[in-house]
T-cell receptor, first 114, second 113 residues
Framework: NAGVTQTPKFRILKIGQSMTLQCTQD?????MYWYRQDPGMGLKLIYY???????DKGEVPNGYNVSRSTTEDFPLRLELAAPSQTSVYFC?????????????FGPGTRLTVL | GENVEQHPSTLSVQEGDSAVIKCTYS??????FPWYKQELGKRPQLIID?????GEKKDQRIAVTLNKTAKHFSLHITETQPEDSAVYFC????????????FGSGTRLLVRP
């Protein structure tokens, strides 16, 4: 299993541009999450999903959108990028009730907005 | 909502010494408390977790203790090694969701050889 994969690894955006961060997991996990990690800070939950077709806001959802059309994929959309969205973005997945609540993280996408 | 505070923000220890990182949480209904380790430039990885029905859990050199009354939990690393150097994050589940995690701000641990 590849686990949780994310693309791209790095991206530089200009203010006002849009982009989609891709996340895919091959562990058949129902639950998926998007976090952002600012330099020297902890992880803040942006959006999460408990299954295909179901998404909900986390702690810091403003400026982002998500969709979950399949169990495997959970893309994060940035509209009208702003410098405040410069961060490292991590996708994660888990299978609560499967004997563990462990969240498995992807390798991250480092985004810079100039 | 749930709030998790983590201390200290940085910790430097001599190789072989013990390291202790402490977290407090605000939601008395929280029942799951994982610890993640993040090496420089890498993804966070779970190292140990504890549930509210257990007071202590050990895994080799790593242990976690939970005090529900005081609403705090701690990570203990004994016989530290240079490869333990990393950022450690605690987390807790908020009352309104057992599968969301609220993370602390992290502790940068440096083990001096």
């Amino acid at each position: 299993n590849a686990g949780v994969t994310q693309t791209p690894k790095f991206r530089i955006l200009k203010i006002g541009q849009s982009m989609t961060l891709q996340c895919t997991q091959d562990m058949n996990h129902n639950y998926m999450y998007w976090y952002r990690q600012d330099p020297g800070m902890g992880l803040k939950l942006i959006y999460y999903s408990v299954g295909a077709g179901i998404t909900d806001k986390g702690e810091v959802p403003n400026g982002y959108n998500v969709s979950r059309s399949t169990t495997e994929d959970f893309p994060l959309r940035l509209e009208l990028a702003a410098p405040s969205q410069t961060s490292v973005y991590f996708c994660a997945s888990s299978l609560p009730g499967g004997g563990t609540d462990t969240q498995y993280f992807g390798p991250g996408t480092r985004l810079t907005v100039l | 909502g749930e709030n998790v505070e983590q201390h200290p923000s940085t910790l430097s220890v001599q190789e072989g010494d013990s390291a202790v990182i402490k977290c407090t949480y605000s939601d008395s209904a929280s029942n799951y408390f994982p610890w993640y380790k993040q090496e420089l430039g890498k993804r966070p990885q779970l190292i140990i977790d504890i549930r509210s029905n257990v007071g202590e859990k050990k895994d080799q050199r790593i242990a976690v203790t939970l005090n529900k009354t005081a609403k705090h939990f701690s990570l203990h690393i004994t016989e530290t090694q240079p490869e333990d150097s990393a950022v450690y994050f605690c987390a807790a589940t908020p009352m309104d969701s057992s599968y969301k995690l609220i993370f602390g701000s992290g502790t940068r641990l440096l083990v001096r050889p």
